[in-house]
């Protein structure tokens, strides 16, 4: 009985994992249709920028301090995050829309970039974060089930995000801009909208959002310069499964994987889980290849 | 007019990237000699000894999974290197380095093997972490008669003609190490590790040595390189209860076990583990607040107490910082370095077939003991330690086999291993 309920529960954390990582990658690939393959390095931006932090509450700040670090962390990996990804969409997106082939190669060199800037700032070797000790321990359910409170923090966290994220985008001026000028560019373009600044704001919470998830997944993982590239395939599968271009289907798109994969590795084993998950989002690919949710407009496909 | 257009940028592109790829090449020799050419006597196996100067190879992970163990043993094979160059270098010359990025693909360490072979002509090859970049190298070295020195324990069954192994092999770390748990009265031991050749292999082996000793195997479980959760894993380890877990997980696995296996609220105190690819500088990037007191087996330890080890932990201390810390792979690249110059002395020559003739026997007062090279399989003998991580990310010996142990690669002087080797 316990093993089903830690079970259920692993499956949630591993789908709000997911969908943390996720999400910042459907605002990018889902509403503008960019091929991001450097989003694995923006987790890790913001995992070092929450090294960072903590390297700086050490030195400066006193001991008892030190656990305050992580709230300014997140925010510190937003805004590390935000920035890259407004000079990288200024410098080298903007230029690639409608192109993904092209979009796809040159984001892959730019992740290989980051990946050896941080090697050379920070050194090839894992770094090390300590977790604030008010998230150690967990939430003693019932005898024999433990839920940690660093899975519960980062399931409450993407709920937190994804609810930011619906208000932006449904009930804000901003957003609003956002959806005309994913669903009909030019009619929006004509309407006075300025398309650039649309397009270069929305790659930049995208990749914020990245840098929260980095900083997030510094509670249960390494940090280093390549872990980006651990997440980069898990991140696309959960946003062609669930559909481009709805938030909700990235939702859908995470538990469905997050569970399932954590059924079939409790079942055979963590290789032949992931081989399973996989086979089974290609069998649904093929019945709908938009995806779980998929977006119809009238505008055609470009 | 467009077609001129596009071959002119063709062009263009072709120059900047030969440019370059001519610069990107220097920046790889540690200091900038001429590309030397073999001189009349070498071998076909060819030192570049041009001059002054002789070439050698190190290959590692630079980049990639595996970077964040090997980049420091390519740190203390140069430091060595470094050493012996201040004393004079090895038959009146200066050991200059090419160093190449294996980059944790196994293609690429044969692929950059053979560069160094067959273009630069080192002399020898420091070189490989996995076994699978081993493996992926050793036919490499075999067909261009080459030499590579190992400095990493692993899973024995082997003994190329054209490697020595400086490393640990499985009777002088994982066979000791199950025999010190099974003296402590854990009999029932649940196996985790990554899913490649090194865990496959040493799990064989365990399993083997449990049933032959009274021990039970309770589950066996592999996870890719790379994998990064462990929930549904620890609730397998949960529900089956074993006495201890031997984990041979390896680069990043392990930062996300262990983390993991903390905030499901497990300590060392309530499940041991005993893990294999986890020294110092692991430690330092897991954090060691989630290993305290989680057992590893190596021959070597930071705290290991010889004099050479005082100097060898001051002088890299010196050269890349005060913060940095030494361990096993690290000692027995540095081990190797000194090994193959001292073969190369006695044999008078860069000439990979005499100095593998010179190097049998050859003694070194290492960091972690006095070391020999055996000359039946080109591994060396090894003190075997146990040791416990502490608070301060140091492992503190709690056991050691009390002198240098004979390697047995293919483990032939067990019954219970007969018909494990391939």
Not at chain 1, 85 to 110: H, K, N, Q
Not at chain 2, 128 to 151: C, D, H, Q
Request: charged residues 20%.
């Amino acid at each position: 009985m316990e093993i089903w309920i830690s079970q259920l529960f692993n499956g949630l954390s591993v789908s709000s994992i997911l969908l943390l990582i996720a999400l910042g990658l459907a605002v990018t690939f889902g509403l503008m249709r960019v091929i991001n393959m450097a989003h694995g390095e923006f987790i890790m931006i913001g995992a070092y920028g929450a090294y960072m932090t903590q390297q700086i509450f050490k030195s400066t700040l006193p001991k008892s301090l030190f656990d305050a670090y992580f709230p300014v962390a997140l925010l510190a990996s937003f805004v590390l995050a935000f920035a890259i990804g407004y000079l990288l969409e200024v410098t080298l997106i903007r230029f690639l829309y409608g192109r993904p082939l092209d979009s796809l190669l040159a984001t892959w060199g730019v992740g290989l970039m980051l990946q050896q800037l941080a090697r050379t700032i920070f050194g090839a070797p894992n770094v090390a974060v300590s977790s604030p000790t008010w998230l150690d321990g967990g939430w003693a359910l019932i005898p024999g089930v433990v839920l940690p409170y660093k899975r519960l923090f980062i399931i409450a966290l993407v709920a937190f995000c994804l609810f930011a994220m619906y208000l932006y985008i449904y009930r804000s001026n901003a957003g609003r801009r956002m959806r005309a000028v994913m669903q009909n560019r030019d009619m929006a373009a004509c309407l006075g909208i300025s398309t650039r600044r649309v397009d270069a704001f929305t790659f930049a919470i995208g990749s914020g959002i990245a840098g929260i998830a980095g900083c997030a997944l510094t509670l249960i993982g390494p940090i280093g310069p390549s872990i980006g590239t651990y997440y980069i395939v898990d991140a696309f599968m959960v946003v062609v499964l669930g559909g481009v271009g709805k938030l909700v289907g990235t939702v859908a798109g995470a538990l469905g994987i997050g569970v399932f994969n954590t059924l079939f590795e409790w079942w055979t084993d963590a290789s032949l889980g992931k081989v399973l998950v996989f086979l089974c989002i290609v069998a649904f690919l093929q019945w709908k290849p938009m995806g779980m949710f998929a977006v119809r407009s009238r505008s055609l496909d470009g | 007019m467009r077609k001129v257009g596009w071959l002119k940028g063709f062009a263009m592109v072709l120059a900047a990237s030969l440019v370059l790829a001519g610069c990107g090449g220097d920046k790889n020799n540690e200091a900038g000699g001429a590309s030397a050419t073999g001189s009349p006597s070498a071998s076909e196996s060819g030192a570049a000894a041009s001059g002054d100067k002789i070439k050698v190879g190190i290959l590692h992970s630079l980049s990639g999974t595996m970077s964040i163990s090997e980049v420091t043993v390519k740190n203390s094979e140069l430091m060595a290197i470094k050493e012996i160059n201040a004393k004079g270098g090895v038959l009146g010359k200066q050991i200059e380095a090419v160093v190449e990025d294996g980059a944790s693909d196994w293609p690429t360490f044969a692929e950059k093997a053979r560069k160094l072979l067959s273009e630069d002509k080192v002399a020898t090859v420091f070189g490989g972490w996995t076994s699978a970049s081993r493996k992926a190298m050793l036919p490499v070295f075999e067909e261009l008669n080459g030499l590579l020195w190992y400095p990493v324990q692993y899973e024995g069954m082997e003994s190329s003609p054209n490697i020595f192994y400086t490393g640990a092999t499985t009777n002088q770390q994982i066979v000791p190490s199950i025999d010190f748990l099974l003296e402590q009265g854990k009999k029932k031991v649940f196996l985790l590790g990554s899913d490649y050749v090194f865990p496959r292999t040493a799990n064989k082996i365990i399993k083997a040595q449990l049933a032959a000793n009274g021990g039970e195997t309770v589950a066996e479980e592999y996870t890719p390189l790379g994998h990064t959760d462990y929930t549904t894993i620890i609730a397998k380890i949960k529900e089956a209860k074993p006495d201890v877990v031997y984990n041979t997980l390896n680069g990043d696995s392990n930062v996300a076990f262990f983390k993991q296996l903390k905030d499901a609220g497990i300590t060392s105190a309530d499940l041991m583990t005993v893990s294999v690819s986890i020294a110092e500088e692991e430690v330092k990037g897991i954090g060691a607040e989630y290993l305290t007191g989680h057992l590893v087996a190596w021959d070597y330890f930071q705290t290991t107490d010889t004099p050479e080890n005082k100097v060898f932990v001051e002088s890299f201390k010196k050269e890349y910082g005060e913060d940095s810390v030494t361990s096993d792979p690290m000692e027995a690249g540095y081990v190797a370095v000194y090994l193959w110059a001292a073969a190369v002395e006695k044999a008078g020559s860069f000439e990979v077939d005499k100095v593998k003739e010179a190097a049998k026997g050859i003694e070194f007062n290492a960091p972690e003991g006095k070391v020999t090279i055996d000359g039946d399989n080109q591994h060396i003998y090894k003190t075997v330690r146990i040791g416990e991580i502490k608070e301060d990310g140091q492992i503190v010996e709690l056991w050691n086999s009390g002198g240098p142990v004979k390697p047995d690669p293919y483990l032939a002087t067990y019954e219970w291993a007969k018909g494990l080797s391939e």
